[in-house]
């Protein structure tokens, strides 16, 4: 169980999860003008995800703070949803968005494969992911696993927490069937009896319990940060983008703190959730009480899960992993991060 440090009013927040049927959806793409803010009057465009799992992100968005910040420099805001940490990690490959959030450990798998990108802030400590079974289930601890079918959606925070939850136990993937399926998925075939249990994420996870489902094991310390992204070609090209990115997000995060109640309303409009669920996800498994500057405590955190990637083989060597953690986190922006510079509307 989590400590109960977390559950406190200044906790709040990075909590998580990909919600029902929430994919991909918007602008795809459309990574526009190539000319700085500002500069000869050339227009330009920022593209960026927001999620449910993500509160931070569902404010900025809410509150219109990078628009209104942003289009006396003439550039555009368009958001693109990401459904999980694997479609923003695809959405950050493919160059249909700037700045994307994601687990820590879904972030250091891109990158150990190859994807350009560079983790700028962090926008929460959560407890988004734990193990789940149906109300009545003969299954009460990892250990009952074995032989079992589990459904996970792979390259993101919860599948590598059953990762590490099997290890615990002294089991492996090899002694379960893993269901590959996107988190919304996953709840639906634990729903309707297609598998045994499910590698959850918040918010669904937190309606599911609601709705009788038991969270069988929890542990704070198998989740990662939450990881904001962007594409080492934007980092480059538009740093004063990067910058009020970063802004928004500690205004976001001071915002947010001083205001969970309307922060919990804003994530349960936005993921059509029931408010006393919302509530919970802001409350009781998030940890807003972070800095943003991402450091040696989620090095720490990453290189504890990296050799787990080299035994599922979802990467070829050790020394991959090792030079791709070496090179993920960036802390300048967050370092220089000023509120104070994000507009109102």
């Known amino acids: 169980m989590p400590n109960s440090a977390i559950f406190n009013r200044r906790s709040f927040l990075g909590f998580t999860a990909a919600v ?21 009057g050339g227009a330009s465009t920022l593209t960026i995800d927001f999620a449910t799992y993500n509160p931070l992100s569902l404010v900025i968005k809410k509150k219109g703070w990078l628009e209104t910040t942003l289009a006396p420099k003439n550039v555009t805001v368009k ?3 990401s ?9 950050l490959r493919a160059g249909a968005i700037d700045v994307g959030s994601t687990a820590g450990s879904a972030a250091l798998l891109a990158r150990t494969n190859g994807s350009p990108i560079k983790t ?47 290890e615990e136990a002294g089991l492996s993937t090899k002694d379960v069937t893993v269901e590959n399926l996107q988190h ?16 959850g994420l918040d918010p669904i996870m937190a309606t599911a319990e609601q709705e009788g489902a038991t969270l069988f094991y929890r542990n704070l310390d198998f989740n990662t940060y939450g990881f904001l992204n962007a594409t080492e070609s ?9 910058q009020t990115v970063v802004d928004a997000y500690e205004k976001a995060r001071v915002w947010a703190a001083a205001n969970p109640e ?19 996800v802001i409350l009781e498994r998030s940890n807003l009480d972070v800095s943003g500057v991402p450091g040696e405590k989620q090095r720490a955190v990453l290189a504890k899960i990296g050799p787990t990637f080299v035994e599922l083989g979802d990467v070829k060597t050790q020394a991959d992993v090792d030079t ?14 000023n509120p104070d510079s994000i507009k109102e509307s």
Request: glycine share 8%; proline share 4%.
């Open 234 to 242: 934007f980092l480059k090209s538009k740093p004063e983008l990067a």
């Open 20 to 40: 029902s049927a929430l994919a991909l959806a918007g602008c795809a793409g459309e990574n526009a003008a190539t000319d700085a803010p500002g500069k000869d």
């Open 83 to 91: 459904a999980g940490s694997n479609k923003a990690n695809e959405a």
């Open 184 to 199: 919304a998925d996953g709840r639906a075939a634990l729903a309707n009896g297609s598998v045994d249990a499910w590698a």
């Open 324 to 337: 791709a953690l070496a090179t993920l986190l960036d802390d300048s922006f967050a370092l220089k991060a």
């Open 79 to 81: 958001w693109l949803q």
């Open 262 to 280: 309307e922060t919990a309303q804003i994530l349960a409009d936005a993921a059509g959730l029931k408010p006393e669920v919302a509530t919970t």
């Open 120 to 166: 700028i802030s962090l926008y929460s400590q959560p407890e988004w992911a734990a193990l789940v079974t149906s109300k009545g289930s003969a299954i009460t601890s990892v250990a009952d696993l074995k032989g079992k079918s589990v459904a996970a959606t792979k390259g993101t925070d919860p599948y590598f927490f059953l990762v590490q939850a099997l």
